[in-house]
């Protein structure tokens, strides 16, 4: 597993950060999880890497994003940063809604299916938190030092917005994580 980081070698940036991720167990449970992308930003192109298909770049390929050139490189990174970003808040309201309802189903009958969902779920909590830190850090390093991306006065808008939304994920998760562990608490 990378870790997020960011590095600039001659006029070549790297940038890797984690994405979320979703995926279905075998009796159709929502698995969250992270995955790093590595954005290669050079003079000349924009290369993206991921080991997975994801809906993030599915998003840019299916021209979901506004304003989308791959020749501004500093805009497309930033814009992948931001959508990623929105992707760990959507991720975790569906988390947030699975909990309630795990939570009306265990006030009704106590089982252990519900219970093994929420440790997965609470698991899927740290690795978010995790991650979305670890892409905080890359996003404070990009917002301190310009000579990684070229960034232009929207850029610097953008960027502002990318750190915002990260930060609201990060508080979101540590929120849905403290009260998960209280309703574990609870249930056992």
């Known amino acids: 597993e990378e870790r997020s980081r960011i590095e600039k070698e001659d006029n070549n ?21 992270t995955i790093p992308i590595g954005m290669i930003v050079m003079p000349d192109c924009f290369v993206t890497i991921c080991l997975e298909e994801n809906p993030i770049f599915e998003r840019f390929i299916n021209q979901r994003i506004k304003e989308f050139y791959t020749f501004k490189k500093t805009r497309f990174a930033l814009q992948l940063l931001y959508t990623i970003s929105t992707y760990y808040l959507r991720y975790l309201k569906q988390i947030n809604r699975k909990t309630i309802d795990l939570e009306h189903q265990l006030n009704k009958s106590m089982k252990n299916k519900e219970i093994f969902t929420l440790l997965g779920l609470e698991k899927s ?34 960027l502002e917005d990318v750190l915002i939304e990260n930060k609201q994920a990060i508080e979101m998760a540590e929120i849905y994580s403290h009260i998960l562990s209280g309703m574990m608490n609870t249930f056992s």
């Open 125 to 158: 909590l740290v690795y978010f938190t995790t991650s979305l830190k670890a892409n905080k850090i890359v996003i404070q390093k990009l917002m301190r030092n310009s000579t990684f991306l070229k960034m232009y006065e929207d850029d610097q808008d953008l």
């Open 13 to 33: 940036t790297l940038i890797i950060v984690d994405i979320p991720t979703v995926r279905h167990d075998e009796e159709g449970n929502s698995i969250y999880d």
